[in-house]
């Protein structure tokens, strides 16, 4: 997947005319692009919309407009944007209550490790950014990237080019860790939509 170019970025102004629209549409997708990972996390694939929503939004909460600082937002949240072999997602903790939400990121230290996608049975580990990792806990907002086994990325060609249905390829979301050991199968809409990344 490419990443998104500067001149894709709109200024403050322009941005502003088209924003309710874009961002209807971007969320509408996102909604076909999450899903939940046990009682406490939700997950969202990302891809060139979402990427450019939250870089339009950045730029627009942070009045934004130094050319230098508006390609270090492309930059970093460029970052996100799936490479060849991979998946990209945004997996977020979402526990309402401050006090139970603080324990929970300290008991589940390390979680940002232990997140994987399965494909047809063949394990697509999770990559994440070490320089995010704390040493005492967890954060409630983890960027995840998924490396492809060849198997995996076989069967998600495989309905790609319409050779097999979204419902035949069993995809699921795994976290392993102690803490929170969950497993979610994606529906074959989400299914399509992953595989659709890929081309």
Do not use: W
Request: hydrophobic letters at 35%; a negative charge.
């Amino acid at each position: 997947m490419k990443p998104i170019e500067r001149a894709e970025v709109l200024g403050l102004a322009e941005y502003e005319t088209i924003r309710d629209r874009f961002r209807a549409r971007v969320i509408e997708e996102k909604k076909a692009r999450r899903l939940r990972l046990g009682e406490h996390a939700s997950c969202v694939f990302e891809n060139r919309d979402t990427v450019l929503m939250q870089i339009q939004e950045m730029l627009r909460t942070e009045r934004i407009t130094r050319e230098a600082s508006v390609l270090h937002e492309v930059e970093t949240y460029n970052e996100l944007i799936p490479r060849a072999h991979e998946l990209s997602a945004t997996i977020l903790v979402e526990i309402e209550d401050k006090d139970v939400r603080e324990r929970f990121l300290l008991e589940a230290k390390g979680l940002e490790r232990e997140f994987s996608l399965v494909i047809d049975g063949a394990r697509c580990p999770g990559k994440n950014d070490p320089s995010r990792e704390h040493p005492e806990r967890t954060t409630a907002v983890h960027y995840v990237k998924f490396d492809l086994a060849p198997e995996g990325e076989a069967a998600l060609r495989s309905v790609l080019e319409k050779k097999r249905k979204p419902e035949d390829v069993v995809v699921e979301l795994v976290s392993t860790h102690p803490r929170y050991t969950a497993t979610t199968r994606l529906s074959p809409a989400l299914v399509t939509n992953i595989a659709d990344d890929l081309g």
